[in-house]
C-alpha cells in the first residue's frame, strides 16, 4: 500500500484535472482518522475540505510529511484513469488529454511522458481525418494504461 504522502498527492494530481473533488479528500481524510488512534495537521484540515477551497485543499494535500518516490502519485492517476476508461466513465479522448497533462507537468518518465503525448497526438490525427482511426487510438491508449494496473490496489475507495 501507498504512504499517506503518495495517496495525498495522488489526491491532489486528481484533484488538479478533474478526476477528484473535496468530497474525495474530505472521505479519504476521515478514513485516516478511522484507522490511526491520533492524527495530526494536514489531517485534522482535510477533514473538513468540503468547507475549504481547491487551492487550500490543494496546499495541504502538498504538506503531507514523508517522502515518495517522485512517480507513484502519477501512476497511480494513471490506474484511476484506467478504471475510469474502461468502465465507461472517463472516454478515451479525455483520458489522453489527462494523460498529456501530466506527462507535461513533468510527473511520469521520460519514455511513459513521450508515450502519452504520443496518444494524445493519435486522437487529433483521427479525429482531422489526417491519420489512423479513433478506435485504434482508443486500443493504443488502453495498451498504454495496462501498465498501471497494478497501481489500482493502492487508490483510496471511490
Same mark, same amino acid.
Given at each position: 500500500m501507498p504512504s499517506d504522502k503518495a495517496v495525498a498527492l495522488y489526491l491532489r494530481l486528481a484533484m488538479r484535472v478533474g478526476l477528484a473533488s473535496q468530497d474525495d479528500v474530505e472521505r479519504w481524510a476521515d478514513s485516516l482518522v478511522a484507522r490511526h488512534p491520533t492524527v495530526t495537521y494536514p489531517v485534522t484540515e482535510l477533514c473538513m475540505a468540503r468547507r475549504l477551497s481547491r487551492s487550500a485543499v490543494d496546499e495541504l494535500l502538498g504538506e503531507f510529511p514523508g517522502s515518495v518516490d517522485r512517480f507513484l502519485p502519477a501512476r497511480m492517476l494513471m490506474a484511476l484513469v484506467r478504471r475510469r476508461l474502461l468502465t465507461g466513465q472517463l472516454p478515451g479522448?479525455?483520458?489522453?488529454?489527462?494523460?498529456?497533462? %501530466?506527462?507535461?507537468?513533468? /510527473?511520469?518518465?521520460?519514455?511513459?511522458?513521450?508515450?502519452?503525448?504520443?496518444? /494524445?497526438?493519435? $486522437?487529433? *490525427?483521427? +479525429?482531422?481525418? !489526417?491519420?489512423? !482511426? %479513433?478506435?485504434?487510438?482508443?486500443?493504443? *491508449?488502453? +495498451?498504454?494504461?495496462?501498465?498501471?494496473? !497494478? $497501481? +489500482?490496489?493502492? *487508490?483510496?475507495?471511490?
Open positions: 479522448r479525455h483520458a489522453a488529454s489527462v494523460i498529456c497533462a %501530466v506527462a507535461q507537468v513533468g /510527473d511520469l518518465p521520460d519514455d511513459e511522458a513521450s508515450l502519452a503525448d504520443w496518444l /494524445d497526438d493519435q $486522437y487529433w *490525427l483521427a +479525429e482531422s481525418g !489526417t491519420q489512423g !482511426t %479513433v478506435a485504434a487510438a482508443d486500443e493504443d *491508449l488502453k +495498451e498504454f494504461l495496462e501498465r498501471f494496473a !497494478t $497501481y +489500482e490496489a493502492g *487508490l483510496p475507495a471511490a
